[in-house]
């Protein structure tokens, strides 16, 4: 599987299944879940073979309307539920930082991930 496939696979049971690649469409009920690959670590083999895994950055982002309790809540759900999943071999490469989006008035949390997957 893809680490976009893992990451969905332990984040669907959030927000409503509102977990998203990428961005969300404009005007997604909040709240909702967006990820995305944002670099990584490539692996690499002096014999040139291909590595059965690969090791990538993922900035996970939670959006929960004008409620600034509810993003934190859901960040940490999000934490949580990303260290639970195994297949992942997360490592947890930042703190939440917290957003605010001044044209939809959002508020919300932003926190990266190493996958091993």
């Known amino acids: 599987m893809t680490p976009?496939?893992?990451i969905y696979d332990a984040l669907k049971h959030l927000a409503g299944g509102r977990v998203?690649?990428?961005f969300a469409p404009e005007g997604p009920d909040a709240p909702f879940i967006v990820y995305q690959v944002v670099g990584g670590e490539p692996i690499n083999y002096l014999t040139g073979e291909q590595p059965d895994k690969q090791r990538v950055r993922m900035q996970v982002s939670v959006w929960?309307?004008?409620d600034r309790i509810e993003a934190s809540e859901l960040g940490a759900e999000v934490e949580a539920a990303i260290r639970a999943a195994t297949a992942l071999q997360p490592e947890v490469a930042s703190?939440?930082?917290a957003t605010y989006d001044e044209?939809?008035?959002?508020?919300?949390?932003?926190?990266?991930?190493?996958?091993?997957?």
């Open 4 to 6: 976009e496939a893992l």
């Open 20 to 22: 998203l690649p990428d």
């Open 64 to 66: 929960a309307g004008e």
């Open 95 to 97: 703190g939440r930082i």
């Open 103 to 117: 044209e939809t008035r959002s508020r919300g949390t932003r926190q990266d991930f190493y996958l091993l997957c």
